[in-house]
């Protein structure tokens, strides 16, 4: 993978090196996922390109908080600066577990930033059956599957055709992590259309520039938010149809326990050790709930 350093300093500089090794211990030991790794370079890149920093060994708490500024300033969320902090966070204890000085840094001197809570805005399949009737096929599987699989834009994004086994799919989340969720007939029979006439090789939304790309998550959430304009919802984000997931669920009679297993959420131990059993068939019985006496609405 490539770092890209070479955009944000000279090879040169003392900082080069210090991140390039940086990086290639999270690539090569670590063993981070490529989502988390691009993640990880694109913050701390932006951190160096900003700050004008050419050793760590000059970096301050006062360079730091002018770099939360900035990202305060361009609109960002204090959830989203508070990830890429603890990015920043996490690189420089690396480096001074590598016995890297940094005379001028008080990590403990800098606290998160205060975080609005998430907005959750719900849809119900009323409403999802509104703005289906405004989109063409592409944007109505985006809508459908990303509200019948709960699934976050990222994962919607990075499905490709081998993910899709009869009705089941397979999804790849945080992590690098992956459970199942399952297509209704309606959805499976237009799927295989779609496949069929756009000729799907990989990428099930394979980019018009590059068919051996996917398209960009900036695309599929025009493509999303346009259709929901066209049906009266001007505030639209894809994170609502995730939300919309779950509480059509909680609607439909499911537990907590397979929303939770639904939604993929396995990143924390206890929520690991509460899920164990729930795959298989505790997973396709909470799609069969889901699609039982409903589906006809959508």
Same mark, same amino acid.
């Given at each position: 993978?490539?770092? !890209?350093?070479?955009?944000?300093?000279?090879?040169?500089?003392?900082?080069?090196?210090?991140?390039?090794?940086?990086?290639?211990?999270?690539?090569?030991?670590?063993?981070?996922?490529?989502?988390?790794?691009?993640?990880?370079?694109? &913050?701390?890149?932006?951190?160096?390109?900003? !700050?004008?920093?050419?050793?760590?060994?000059?970096?301050?708490?006062?360079?730091?908080?002018?770099?939360? !500024?900035?990202?305060?300033?361009?609109?960002?969320?204090?959830?989203?600066?508070?990830?890429?902090?603890?990015?920043?966070?996490? +690189?420089?204890?690396?480096?001074?577990? +590598?016995?890297?000085?940094?005379?001028?840094?008080?990590?403990?001197?800098?606290?998160?930033?205060?975080?609005?809570?998430?907005?959750?805005?719900?849809?119900?399949?009323?409403?999802?059956?509104?703005?289906?009737?405004?989109?063409?096929?592409? &944007?109505?599987?985006?809508?459908?599957?990303?509200?019948?699989?709960?699934?976050?834009? !990222?994962?919607?994004?990075?499905?490709?055709?081998?993910?899709?086994?009869?009705?089941?799919? &397979?999804?790849?989340?945080?992590?690098?992590?992956?459970?199942?969720?399952?297509?209704?007939?309606?959805?499976?029979?237009?799927?295989?259309?779609?496949?069929?006439?756009?000729?799907?090789?990989?990428?099930?939304?394979?980019?018009?520039?590059?068919?051996?790309?996917?398209?960009?998550?900036?695309?599929?959430?025009?493509?999303?938010?346009?259709?929901?304009?066209?049906?009266?919802?001007?505030?639209?984000?894809?994170?609502?149809?995730?939300?919309?997931?779950?509480?059509?669920?909680?609607?439909?009679?499911?537990?907590?326990?397979?929303?939770?297993?639904?939604?993929?959420? +396995?990143?924390?131990?206890?929520?690991?050790?509460?899920?164990?059993?729930?795959?298989?068939?505790?997973?396709?019985?909470?799609?069969?709930?889901?699609?039982?006496?409903? &589906?006809?609405?959508?």
């Amino acid at each position: 993978m490539s770092y !890209s350093l070479e955009k944000v300093t000279s090879v040169k500089e003392p900082i080069y090196q210090q991140m390039h090794s940086y990086y290639h211990f999270c690539q090569n030991i670590r063993h981070m996922s490529p989502v988390t790794l691009t993640s990880k370079i694109y &913050t701390l890149n932006n951190f160096i390109l900003t !700050s004008h920093l050419t050793d760590l060994w000059n970096i301050s708490n006062h360079l730091i908080f002018e770099w939360i !500024s900035q990202q305060s300033q361009r609109g960002n969320s204090g959830r989203s600066i508070n990830d890429r902090l603890a990015h920043l966070k996490a +690189m420089l204890r690396w480096q001074r577990d +590598m016995n890297l000085e940094m005379p001028q840094l008080k990590l403990a001197l800098i606290p998160k930033v205060c975080e609005i809570p998430p907005r959750k805005v719900c849809f119900s399949r009323e409403q999802i059956a509104l703005v289906l009737a405004h989109a063409d096929l592409q &944007t109505w599987l985006l809508i459908r599957i990303a509200f019948d699989c709960g699934l976050r834009i !990222s994962e919607l994004q990075k499905l490709q055709i081998f993910d899709i086994k009869d009705d089941q799919i &397979t999804i790849t989340g945080k992590g690098n992590k992956r459970r199942h969720a399952y297509l209704c007939p309606d959805v499976q029979k237009r799927l295989n259309d779609w496949i069929l006439s756009v000729k799907i090789q990989k990428f099930l939304w394979p980019s018009p520039i590059r068919p051996d790309a996917t398209l960009a998550t900036c695309t599929i959430r025009a493509y999303m938010k346009q259709a929901f304009q066209k049906a009266g919802f001007n505030n639209f984000c894809p994170h609502d149809l995730r939300h919309s997931y779950a509480t059509d669920l909680k609607k439909l009679g499911a537990t907590t326990r397979q929303i939770q297993a639904g939604l993929g959420h +396995m990143s924390e131990a206890v929520t690991e050790k509460y899920l164990s059993d729930l795959e298989g068939f505790d997973l396709r019985e909470l799609y069969e709930l889901k699609y039982s006496d409903v &589906t006809s609405q959508l």
